[in-house]
């Protein structure tokens, strides 16, 4: 294939809610390049996107699938994605490589819930897009009514490059405004027929048109001037005014496909070729040091990685972008944010699993190579002496929590070190080995998320596992002071061991008076405070400690193991066995012995002593408090809100905007871990939600 410079290559990620049709999008364009001869399709399995077993399987996306087309002497990197929710992930690595989105919307359906997502997503990294609505030939497909839809939720910045004269079944045709043409196909799709715009047609067409010319106009002054002058631009001018636009995010273009019947197809790719900025026109991407790296192709050689996968037949396969530099096959680079080195041996543009070796790759462009020794997902690679390190994709909070066990006790590091390399390949899929609940717990977007990674370990892996209910980290405290003593004795011949520890405790919080006078009963103990210790706590709140000892009962040296002791019980809680939290103890008094008392006495007497203690100040378990807000349809709105009121939240707030209800809750943990699978049947898969990890103060007595 062709050498491509940078000023000729341009990356693009086809976007869109679950069923809207980018898979068959993919494989139209694909066709419409030469790429391939026949397009494949979902049922048929035949698809370049989905060629992984498990999508073959599910019948969708589960992966993003880069490959590319050659289109008017000019590169085009495109990576399509999943559109469910689960595998949302994919997007923001997609949108962070990629220099423009097309997000794909569902004439039947208009904008939903993963429009506006995605959309938002775009709007944060600051990447023009632009719309394709597709299916128009659906039986319930209405373009007016997306339209309308479109510029309530996004505004007057919507503008129609393209219209159809029909939509629904007998959509055929349609009239481009900026070409101002019409444009006709057969009842298979494929060649257009162009013509001019019938009379019936040319006022509405016009109007659109100036539309289109006031937008490309408002983006530079040169051509506002000459716009105000003429009434009109040429068809470059208005390109270059529609480029501008798209990268300060001041126009939505909105073009009409079938892409099942390839029907405007080649008409959005000439858009995408002619007019979508090249990598070069968009903002310079940061290092972690905050330097702007130009996609400059005489400079260092940098790359980033982002994506790994191991694909049938071939093992594993990096995909990366060139930052900066030209890139040669047999290249040695480092790796920066690893350490190690790595040789380049073979360089490959892919379309899907058709890979077509490559012996240059210019600075913007998009490729992949095989078996690198030890790079991952995010890691960055250098020509020696370059310090370029880029970290610019971050990924969206887990919603979905599963403790993962093999059914096998024996496969236990077999399965660690599975579910590491699924986390490389996917950073979405988060793994962690909690102390706290005694669990390998597995985190991820959704239900699917996670039952296709269990599919891929039973059926690539072999190895049988099962999933759990994950624990809940409650955590403990008290309500009220108390007091307590312990006198830890033994002896069995030759040293014992002695230790007495008085003490009392009481709830911590922030500004609270130091200790001064405490009555118990008819007795009455005045502290003396000596020494304070703050301990903050790993898993939040503090323990503080305060040595009240008059009179020297307890030696100062003992003080340190009588604190092991209470932490000792602080990490294991005297109620349930959760971490402790936020208490206060004054040590008082105590008792030792010249011969046998030692460490381990004062910190068994301290452990028992606030034990003790603890259960009689009123203990309580706190229940983590999430922070939940759900997006959903007006339709669903009273059944979403009913569920969530029978998970025991409590409703924060409710917008609406433009259709789409935004609910806000607090949500106890315990409640949500089958909320992604409530939600998708609830709605139809129309909703979306995000979890806020609690901070200290979300956390709520029970």
Partial sequence: MKEYKTNEIKNIALLGSKGSGKTTLAEAMLFECGVIKRRGTIDGGNTVSDYFPVEKDYGYSVFSTVFYAEFLNKKLNVIDNPGSEDFVGSCYTSLGVCDTGVIVVDAQYGVEVGTQNIFRTAAKLKKPVLFAVNQLDGEKADYDNVMEQLRENFGNKIVAVQYPLESGPGFHSMIDVLLMKKYEWGPDGGVPTISDIPDSEK???????????????????????????NGALSEDEM????????????????????????????????????????????????????????????????????????????????????????????????????????????????????????DTLYAGD????????????????????????????????????????????SDSEKLSAILTRMHEEDPTWI???????????????????????????ENNDK?????????????ETITKASRADY?????????????????????????????????????????SVRDKQEIPLEWGGKLVVYNCIVGGAIDARFIPAIVKGLMDRMEQGPLTGSYARDVRVMIYDGKMHPVDSNEISFRLAGRNAFSEAFRNANPKILEPIYDVEVHTPDDTMGDVMSDLQGRRAIIMGMESDSG????????????????????????????????????LSAIIKQ
């Fill in 487 to 527: 006198r830890h004795k033994k002896q069995s011949g030759g040293s014992g061991q002695f230790g007495e520890v008085h003490l009392i405790v009481e709830p911590y919080t922030e500004g609270m008076p130091e200790p001064d006078t405490y009555k118990f009963g008819n007795q009455e103990f005045k502290m």
């Fill in 463 to 475: 190895l049988p596992i099962e999933f759990q209910e994950p624990r809940i980290p409650y955590r």
């Fill in 431 to 457: 793994i962690e080995q909690s102390k706290e609940l005694k669990q390998l717990i597995v985190k991820g977007q959704g239900e699917f998320h996670l039952r296709t990674l269990k599919w891929r370990i």
């Fill in 239 to 358: 390109r270059d005014g529609i480029r501008k636009g798209l990268i300060d995010r001041s126009i939505l273009p909105v073009f009409c496909v079938s892409a099942l019947k390839d029907m405007g197809v080649r008409r959005m790719m000439e858009f995408l070729g002619n007019v979508c900025p090249f990598v070069s026109d968009m903002p310079a991407p940061e290092t972690v040091s905050g330097e702007a790296v130009k996609p400059d192709p005489n400079g260092p050689v940098s790359l980033f990685v982002f994506k790994t996968s191991v694909e049938p037949h071939i093992g594993e396969v990096t995909y990366f972008k060139v930052m900066s530099g030209t890139l040669k096959a047999g290249a040695d680079l480092e790796n920066v944010t690893r350490g190690g080195k790595e040789r380049m041996a073979q360089l490959y543009c892919t379309c899907g699993q058709i890979r077509t070796a490559v």
């Fill in 660 to 695: 789409i209800q935004k609910l806000s809750a607090k949500v106890p943990l315990k409640e949500m871990s089958t909320y992604s699978t409530s939600l998708s049947s609830i709605t139809g898969g129309r909703s979306s939600f995000t979890m806020i990890i609690p901070s």
């Fill in 203 to 229: 006022d509405k067409a016009m109007e659109l048109h100036q539309a289109l010319l006031e937008a490309a106009a408002e983006n530079d002054e040169t051509l506002m001037d000459k716009f105000f002058e």
């Fill in 366 to 409: 998009i490729g992949a190579s095989v078996k690198l020794k030890d790079t991952r997902t995010g890691n960055t690679l250098n020509q020696k002496g370059c310090e370029y390190q880029f970290d610019f994709i971050k990924y969206p909070a887990p919603k979905y929590t599963r403790a993962i066990k093999p059914v096998t006790e």
